[in-house]
């Protein structure tokens, strides 16, 4: 099993550029999720999808989209990428009745500069 | 909102020594306690969670976490580091009535030394 895969590891953008952020997992999960990472400030979830057809707004939604696509695929847009965008994003899934047992997948390293 | 604090950014350890990380909550409502693991250039994995009765919890490779509610503490233990323990974690809450949100500390850098 693959887990949870995301594509690309690594971008690099100029400022007002746009890019999608890719993210699949094969393990029948139900919910999904979009963190980003910061040095000293742990993880913040950007938004979530509690179920195929579902999005809603996590702690840091502004600036970025997502788009459920399907049970296996969750993307995350940034439409006019900014500096404070810089971070490692980080997908997620869970069991829907077991929301805390994330499963995480690599990681996406971007610079915006 | 639910928070967590984490004391200690970084902690040093010999190997074979106890390995202690603290993490307080700010709730009056017991929540959901979680500790997650970031090993270099990678996901955060779930080592152990408290969402039950059971005050003392144990997790994999070793570790365990004791919930005191007097305390509004949940910290981390293993009795003996190892090198492969070298990594980063996360102590995280989540509100019982709020599906879906963990909100995670800063998170702790283990090194540990020969």
């Known amino acids: 099993n693959a887990g949870v895969t995301q594509t690309p590891k690594f971008q690099v953008l100029k400022t007002g550029q746009s890019m999608t952020l890719q993210c699949a997992q094969d393990m029948n999960h139900n919910s999904m999720y979009w963190y980003r990472q910061d040095p000293g400030m742990g993880l913040r979830l950007i938004y979530y999808?509690?179920?195929?057809?579902?999005?809603d707004k996590g702690e840091v939604p502004n600036g970025y989209n997502v788009s459920r696509l399907n049970k296996r695929e969750f993307s995350l847009r940034l439409e006019s990428a900014a500096p404070s965008q810089t971070s490692v994003y980080f997908c997620?899934?869970?069991?829907?009745?077991?929301?805390?047992?994330?499963?995480f997948g690599p990681g996406t390293r971007l610079t915006v500069t | 909102a639910q928070s967590v604090t984490q004391l200690g950014s970084h902690v040093s350890v010999s190997e074979g020594a106890l390995v202690l990380l603290r993490c307080n909550y700010s709730?009056?409502?017991?929540?959901?306690l979680f500790w997650y693991v970031q090993y270099p250039n990678q996901g955060l994995q779930l080592l152990l969670k408290y969402t039950s009765a059971a005050t003392l919890v144990k997790g994999i490779n070793g570790f365990e976490a004791e919930f005191k509610k007097s305390e509004t503490s949940f910290h981390l233990t293993k009795p003996s580091a190892h090198m492969s323990d070298a990594a980063e974690y996360f102590c995280a809450v989540s509100d019982r009535n709020s599906w879906g949100k963990l909100q995670f500390g800063a998170g702790t850098q283990v090194v540990v030394t020969p």
């Open positions: 997620a899934s869970s069991p829907q009745d077991r929301y805390y047992e994330q499963y």
């Open positions: 999808s509690a179920s195929e057809g579902t999005t």
């Open positions: 709730s009056s409502v017991p929540p959901y």
